[in-house]
């Protein structure tokens, strides 16, 4: 009976002896599989936060398709271009806003990228990887000027459809349309501003032939470029220049049938070509000192007669602008 006590605690000895190797053992595999765990979220932060970070890599890519400017709500179109050939094809777009640090932009891995413009003065770059996830090349920062002209609020749009208070009104210096301006007469005359007047059929009360008929008459002129440049007028006509300088002669308010109003802001010429005309009358929409981004423009001898007329109204762009710019601007007005 002895010896059987004996064995039967030998036995339940080593029961519990192997029970605690084997719990000992479960542990460390279990600590060691929380290390690698942990080693791995580590390894994704360092991912992540090594992709958030201002890359330091060489400069060999071309960002094109940036435009001069957009409107709140424009789509951004973006192409990267490697300036050397490579099979690398593992992309990541950054963007970073004033006084703040790149960051990923998220969905953009292609050479292309496509967003909204909703930041002024945000800055993108591109960034191509090697196999390692390391950056092999990056572009030089674009930046994304937004510029709504007229304003998207509510007392601005009304302003430039017509709607305003006479003590709104403010004297205006020729240096606010300064620059160099193409007229769009040309563009219509070759119909690549049929997508505007398709446009503007869509919601108003005439066809796009009307609409087109309209314009025609409102654009037409001979004068194909102007610059305006410290207080000097430069017409280019059928092969002709002729230049004069002008002093401002106050502003009319006008009213039209429709009942919405407009101001011609009008100069006087001071001294120049004979052919430059005696009063030159702007009227682009705003009501006060801005910059201009296009104007309709009055010209002639006879001050009161030209405040008559509105059926003529040469259109004026800036020259730097392609048919494609002329007709993003006319579409988001």
């Known amino acids: 009976m002895k010896k059987l006590l004996t064995s039967l605690s030998i036995?339940?000895?080593?029961?519990?002896?192997?029970?605690?190797?084997?719990?000992?053992?479960?542990?460390?595999?279990?600590?060691?599989?929380?290390?690698?765990?942990?080693?791995?979220?580590?390894?994704?932060?360092?991912?992540?936060?090594?992709?958030?970070?201002n890359m330091e890599a060489p400069v060999g890519i071309e960002i094109e398709g940036v435009a001069d400017h957009y409107h709140t709500g424009d789509t951004i179109e973006l192409t990267a271009v490697l300036e050397e050939a490579s099979d690398l094809d593992h992309w990541h777009w950054f963007s970073k806003e004033s006084e703040g640090e790149w960051e990923v932009i998220s969905g953009q891995e292609s050479e292309t990228f496509t967003g909204e413009a909703t930041v002024n003065g945000l800055e993108i770059k591109a960034v191509l990887y090697n196999d390692d996830h390391e950056p092999s090349v990056q572009s030089e920062p674009v930046e994304v000027v937004i510029d709504d002209h007229h304003g998207h609020d509510e007392a601005s749009q009304q302003i430039?459809?017509?709607?305003?208070?006479?003590?709104?009104?403010?004297?205006?210096?020729?240096?606010?349309?300064?620059?160099?301006?193409?007229?769009v007469y040309p563009y219509l005359l070759s119909g690549d501003l049929d997508e505007v007047f398709e446009h503007k059929a869509e919601d108003g009360d005439m066809t796009e032939e009307e609409y087109k008929e309209y314009y025609t008459i409102g654009y037409e002129t001979d004068v194909e470029r102007?610059?305006?440049?410290?207080?000097?007028?430069?017409?280019?006509?059928?092969?002709?220049?002729?230049?004069?300088?002008?002093?401002?002669?106050?502003?009319?308010?006008?009213?039209?049938?429709?009942?919405?109003?407009?101001v011609r802001f009008i100069f006087e010429l001071v001294d120049g070509s004979d052919e430059m005309p005696q009063y030159i009358q702007f009227s682009d929409h705003d009501i006060f000192p801005v910059d201009s981004h296009h104007f309709h423009l009055y010209w002639g001898d006879d001050r009161g007669a030209l405040l008559e007329e509105v059926t003529n109204w040469p259109t004026y762009y800036p020259s730097e602008l392609d048919k494609d710019g002329i007709v993003r601007e006319m579409l988001a007005h």
């Open 160 to 183: 430039y459809k017509g709607y305003f208070e006479d003590s709104q009104v403010e004297d205006r210096e020729l240096s606010d349309w300064e620059g160099d301006w193409q007229s």
């Open 11 to 53: 036995l339940l000895f080593i029961s519990i002896y192997l029970t605690a190797c084997q719990g000992t053992e479960d542990a460390e595999v279990g600590a060691t599989e929380e290390e690698e765990q942990e080693v791995h979220t580590d390894e994704k932060h360092d991912h992540e936060k090594e992709e958030e970070e």
């Open 226 to 262: 102007i610059i305006i440049e410290d207080g000097h007028v430069t017409f280019f006509e059928n092969g002709d220049e002729y230049s004069g300088e002008y002093k401002s002669d106050g502003y009319e308010i006008l009213t039209y049938e429709a009942g919405n109003r407009g």
